[in-house]
């Protein structure tokens, strides 16, 4: 049973002349990098020119008896992770899912999660992962993406979903002993997979109304994807030696997606994972299971620097400490090279596909992220405000069913991917990220980057962390309120004094905060970047409750 196409309205860029996939949904999938040029990549050897299936079952014909995976529930070699690969693409057929389908996976980190991805890759199928959020945007991506199918823990988790149409549901049962598939060293019979063609979809939240989703092909994900994770192992006393990846952010997200495309299948090293982020607990898996590479957001980095040393703690087996998903203060960077004495890797990078980071570097001051290597994301900077743009062996497809996306966000010139970021080129080649096109406060008629605010706030010497939120304002517009945690034992910065600090910092007068709050915590997202929106509520709901007094002068704890 096929789901029927519905028109649109709108009209897609064009396509260059290169292969346009269609999901057995009747979904669209152009590249919209032209074929020449994902040739030639392949050519210079910057893509391997397979699917992540055949890349995966490669590592497992090298090396069976590797561990694989360790989750929640014990070590799986790459033998046993195999085998339970192929018992879930069964129950996947079993379900009527095939080739050219479109499955969601809403499954915590662990096994599932990632033998349900590869299973799906082994089908020649199209993974979307989902990482935690509402029920909203859970069914605002399987629509958009008519998915014919969608992986959950339990049937509860089904409910929001209940009444999509040719929806297929594939139950995982709940964590607990299980006895390890047997494996069997043959081969199954597989249809050809293009690796030109969609291997995973990555979520990203964005600025629009509902999560936007961004198509990459098998070459994308263990090309330039792989490419930047394979930078961070140059290490020339460790040659040859399989990573061992930490990964605490979700692996559905687009940070995560180095997990298993990557480490799995492109890397064969070991994939180390926790169900749900605890600091204390990464801190154990770290001295008992030897990680080479902790991959974490900042808000995790601080928690766990900010933990007592206690007994048995070992982080000798890292060597590299690797920070994305949002800006890393310096104080963060100090905290973890103090506290695991290794180097501490920034990564510039989105689901839209951009990446810059500092591996091989001294970590750079202030906005730097590094130099660009064109071997995963060429950069190129356009327009008066100097927005990046991107493109490479890492570049995706397009956004998913979303036409207007790509009209949006990529260039008619061969695909570039329109970040939606500004910054500039130094003398060295480093790009420094100065902020947000959007993100950004407009009061009485001036743009003020809440980036440019946030990284000044950041060198006060009592803040821990900063963030800047807009406030609508009746007369202005919009007002800007800085939001901050202060740092463990320092008396907590008043408003004057901070703007103090920003004036010294060279900061002009009109991009001075209006309005601050301060919190014990900051609110994270489900992918643990800090929670705007919420943020935003909180101000908004202080500047209400603020009575007589001005605007400059309020202030208030949450």
Not at 345 to 360: E, I, L, M, Q, R
Request: charged share 20%; proline share 9%; net charge neutral.
């Amino acid at each position: 049973m096929t789901l029927t196409a519905t028109a649109t309205a709108t009209v897609a860029p064009p396509l260059l002349g290169q292969g346009v996939w269609t999901s057995r949904a009747g979904v669209l999938f152009p590249d919209l990098v032209p074929r020449e040029l994902r040739r030639s990549w392949v050519a210079r050897g910057l893509c391997p020119d397979a699917d992540l299936y055949s890349l995966f079952t490669a590592r497992v014909a090298e090396h069976p008896g590797r561990e694989a995976l360790v989750d929640a529930g014990g070590v799986l070699t790459y033998a046993e992770l195999d085998a339970e690969v192929r018992r879930t693409a069964a129950e996947f057929e079993r379900a009527g899912l095939a080739a050219g389908d479109v499955i969601a996976l809403r499954l915590p980190n662990g096994r599932d999660a990632v033998a349900a991805e590869l299973a799906v890759y082994a089908l020649g199928a199209v993974a979307l992962p989902l990482p935690p959020g509402d029920d909203r945007d859970l069914r605002a991506l399987l629509a958009r993406s008519r998915a014919r199918g969608v992986v959950l823990r339990t049937a509860r988790e089904a409910d929001p979903v209940a009444d999509l149409p040719h929806l297929r549901t594939v139950y995982v049962p709940e964590p607990g002993p299980r006895s390890p598939a047997p494996y069997d060293t043959r081969q199954p019979p597989r249809r050809p997979v293009d690796p030109y063609g969609p291997a995973r979809i990555l979520v990203s939240s964005g600025s629009e109304a509902e999560p936007k989703m961004v198509a990459y092909s098998h070459h994308a994900m263990a090309g330039g994807r792989a490419r930047y994770v394979r930078a961070l192992h140059q290490d020339p006393d460790r040659a040859g030696s399989p990573p061992r990846h930490l990964v605490l952010v979700p692996l559905a997200s687009s940070f995560g997606s180095l997990g298993t495309p990557v480490t799995l299948a492109v890397l064969g090293g070991t994939l180390i994972t926790q169900p749900a982020f605890d600091a204390e607990d990464a801190l154990r898996l770290i001295a008992a299971h030897r990680p080479t590479h902790l991959f974490a957001v900042p808000t995790m980095l601080r928690r766990i620097t900010d933990l007592p040393h206690g007994d048995g703690e070992d982080t000798s087996s890292l060597r590299t400490v690797v920070s994305s998903g949002a800006a890393l203060p310096e104080a963060v960077a100090r905290a973890c090279q103090e506290r695991f004495d290794r180097p501490v890797v920034t990564v510039y990078g989105s689901s839209d596909g951009v990446n810059c980071h500092t591996a091989g570097e001294i970590r750079p001051t202030g906005t730097s992220v590094g130099t660009p290597d064109p071997t995963v994301a060429r950069i190129r900077l356009t327009g008066p405000e100097g927005q990046i743009e991107a493109r490479g062996p890492m570049t995706p497809m397009c956004y998913v069913n979303a036409p207007e996306l790509d009209a949006r966000y990529r260039t008619h010139d061969g695909g570039w991917v329109r970040t939606g970021d500004f910054g500039r080129l130094d003398e060295h080649g480093r790009l420094h990220v100065l902020g947000r096109l959007k993100r950004i406060v407009v009061r009485g008629g001036l743009n003020i980057s809440l980036a440019e605010v946030e990284n000044e706030l950041a060198t006060h010497p009592a803040v821990a962390e900063a963030a800047c939120v807009p406030v609508p304002d009746p007369d202005l517009g919009e007002r800007l309120c800085a939001c901050l945690r202060p740092a463990p034992g320092a008396r907590t910065p008043t408003l004057p004094e901070l703007n103090a600090h920003l004036l010294g910092r060279g900061l002009s007068r009109r991009k001075l905060p209006e309005l601050l709050l301060v919190v014990e915590e900051m609110p994270l997202g489900p992918t643990g970047k800090i929670c705007h929106r919420s943020l935003t509520e909180a101000a908004m709901a202080m500047a209400a409750a603020s009575a007589g007094g001005h605007a400059q002068e309020s202030g208030g704890r949450a």
